[in-house]
């Protein structure tokens, strides 16, 4: 019994060494794994290699002498305007004029029928013979009774008479000669002319047609208008506090009055992008308008080519300052944060950083930087994606100046 247990017990020993030895061949390689990457731990990663510094165009600021302009919208206008309107009453023979041509001052626009103007000369013609006989017989006869006077034939009272009917004559004499006149302008205003040179309208009234004179209540029939084309009038609208400024530089010393002086203007018409016209101011009102609080001003423009009509619309620039010298930059360097606009400039040490900027008007396409820049900074001008503040750029300097120019 004693010697059955023992072998028991060897056996159940046997059989746990073997499976301890089983477990061992398992795990151990799992071991040995394990070991080696906790030795791994400790190394650290290559170092990547830095990135470049992304490349920028930089320029300096265009430096030059610029006038400040100040724009208005404005409405063109004839210097000179006649309505045509028949002064003569009859029927109209022929037209004369092709419409929308231009006329000269004296060219034939209408004729109307003078034949019953030229019978009334004709009347009064003879009007002017009969009183005109009839002045020369109380010529004489005054002379016959002061002859006879002298002789006591004929009394101081028969004098007086042939001396008042003299008068009278006269005073027909002189009435009929008006008829004529009258006459003979009807037959003349029978011929209807251009009062001005200008482009001609539309001819309102056709031949075969009545018109009105002016002698019927003023009722005259309206023919056709005339415009004047060369100079033309561009009137514009100023609002107060600009009047008020160019007032201030006025007394300042800075800037002419166009009150006293043909300030320069330029004219940019609709579906341009620059001036296209110069001009001088020619008045300004005596009041500013209460409804709207603004002044309004007027341009003449010169308009060789007549290109430009009344009605047309357009940009009225009007010098706004003296001369002064500027920092200019393309309006593409300029970013906006918020409220404010800022250019980025590249430091010594190639670094950016961004300055606010006081904007002012274009000129000639560049913008002017009134405050926040200075002559020497370099600006990023293309590649602003690229530009972080405080981060490291490469600087290429631009072909030409700020703006293209050279």
């Known amino acids: 019994m004693e010697v059955r247990a023992t072998e028991r017990s060897g056996r159940l020993a ?23 990457s906790l030795s791994g731990c400790g190394d650290k990663p290559p170092p990547q290699a830095a990135s470049a510094a992304p490349p920028v165009t930089v320029a300096q600021p265009t430096k030059r002498t610029v006038t400040d302009w100040d724009e208005f919208t404005g409405r063109f206008d004839a210097v ?27 060219d034939l626009l209408y004729v109307i029928d003078s034949r019953p103007f030229e019978a009334v000369a004709e009347q009064a013609d003879g009007q002017v013979s009969d009183a005109r006989a009839r002045a020369e017989l109380a010529k004489r006869e005054l002379d016959r009774a002061l002859t006879l006077n002298q002789t006591q034939a004929v009394s101081d009272s028969i004098v007086d008479q042939r001396r008042q009917a003299l008068q009278a004559a006269k005073a027909a004499e002189m009435q009929a000669e008006g008829l004529l006149k009258a006459a003979q302008l009807n037959i003349e205003f029978s011929h209807v002319i251009a009062p001005i040179g200008g482009r001609v309208s539309r001819h309102l009234v056709s031949v075969g047609n009545l018109v009105s004179g002016s002698d019927n209540s003023g009722n005259a029939t309206l023919l056709t208008s005339i415009v004047s084309l060369d100079p033309i009038y561009v009137y ?171």
């Open 236 to 406: 514009f609208d100023m609002d107060e506090a600009t009047y008020l400024k160019y007032n201030r530089l006025y007394f300042e010393g800075k800037r002419p009055s166009s009150r006293e002086n043909p300030n320069p203007v330029q004219v940019t018409l609709t579906g341009e992008t620059k001036p296209s016209h110069d001009g001088r101011m020619d008045f300004l009102d005596n009041r500013l308008d209460v409804s709207t609080g603004t002044l309004r001003s007027r341009a003449v423009i010169p308009n060789r080519d007549f290109s430009i009509l009344p009605g047309q619309f357009g940009r009225v620039r009007l010098i706004g300052s003296a001369p002064y010298e500027a920092l200019l930059l393309p309006d593409t360097a300029i970013a906006t944060d918020q409220s404010r606009k800022i250019v980025f400039v590249v430091k010594d040490d190639d670094t950016v950083e961004a300055k606010p900027v006081v904007l002012g008007p274009l000129d000639e396409g560049l913008r002017v930087i009134r405050e926040g820049l200075k002559a020497e900074d370099r600006v990023i001008v293309d590649g602003l994606q690229r530009a972080r503040v405080g981060a490291k750029v490469s600087p290429h300097p631009a072909q030409a100046p700020a703006g293209g120019k050279t």
């Open 14 to 36: 046997r059989d746990a060494a073997g499976s301890s030895l089983r477990s061992f061949r398992v795990v151990g390689p799992l071991v040995v794994l394990l070991a080696v």
């Open 80 to 106: 000179e305007e006649v309505q045509v309107r028949a002064r003569v009453g009859g029927f109209v023979t022929s037209v004369e004029f092709r419409d929308g041509a231009f006329v000269n001052t004296g």
